[in-house]
C-alpha cells in the first residue's frame, strides 16, 4: 500500500486488513492516513510475470514532502525533498526512484542538505497512481533504487577490508600504465 510491503491479515470479497509495525509508521506516511484516502494498491510479482522497470521491494527508505507541482503541458512536475537528505546519494537524473509505490524516471537533482528532485508524470501516469492527485506540502513514501545501495555498501566494504589499500588498486593502475606506455613507444 502506497509502496510499502504488508502482509494481509485478514480479507474478503470487498475488504482485507493488514498489519503495520511501528518501523513501518516511523519510516512512512500511512499514519496519517484517514478513512477514504485513496492509495496505490499492487500485488506482489510472481516469478513468472514479465519485469519492467526496476525492482521494487516495498522497504520504503523515508518520506519526501512534495515541494511543487508545475503544470507543463498534459504532464506535471512534482518536486519532492526527502526528510533524510542523505538519500540523495542515491537519486541520480534519468534513473528510478519509487514514490508512493510507483516506479518512476527522475528528471532532476539539486544535492545538498535542502537537496530535491524531480519527476514528470505524464497524463496516462496521472490517471493510475495516487501522487497525482497531491498537492504540495503533502508527504509520499520514497523508495530508492536498491542497486545503488548494494554497489555503495560493497564498494566501502572492498576499501574497509584493505584491498585499496595494500596495492591492488595501485597495482591495477600501474599495469595499466605500463601497458600504454609500451605501445606509445
Not at 546519494?89 to 537533482?109: C, N, P, Q
Not at 542538505?113 to 504540495?136: N, P
Amino acid at each position: 500500500m502506497n509502496g510499502t510491503c504488508l502482509t494481509v491479515t485478514e480479507f474478503d470479497k470487498t475488504t482485507f486488513k493488514v498489519g503495520v509495525a511501528p518501523e513501518t509508521l516511523r519510516r512512512t506516511n500511512l499514519g496519517s492516513l484517514k478513512e477514504g484516502s485513496k492509495v496505490n494498491l499492487e500485488r506482489a510479482v510472481s516469478a513468472h510475470t514479465r519485469m519492467g522497470g526496476h525492482f521494487v521491494q516495498g522497504h520504503v527508505d523515508t518520506v519526501a514532502d512534495i515541494l511543487s507541482v508545475t503544470p507543463d503541458g498534459n504532464a506535471l512536475t512534482f518536486r519532492f525533498q526527502p526528510r533524510d537528505p542523505s538519500i540523495l546519494r542515491y537519486v541520480v537524473e534519468k534513473g528510478y526512484i519509487t514514490i508512493d509505490g510507483a516506479s518512476l524516471t527522475v528528471t532532476k537533482v539539486q544535492d545538498g542538505s535542502d537537496g530535491w528532485w524531480e519527476v514528470m508524470l505524464i497524463a496516462y501516469t496521472q490517471e493510475r497512481i495516487v501522487t497525482a492527485g497531491k498537492k504540495a506540502g503533502e508527504q509520499v513514501n520514497i523508495e530508492v533504487d536498491m542497486v545503488g545501495k548494494y554497489v555503495e555498501k560493497n564498494v566501502a566494504a572492498y576499501f574497509e577490508e584493505g584491498a585499496g589499500t595494500n596495492g591492488v588498486i595501485a597495482g591495477l593502475v600501474e599495469k595499466i600504465v605500463e601497458q600504454k606506455l609500451k605501445t606509445s613507444r
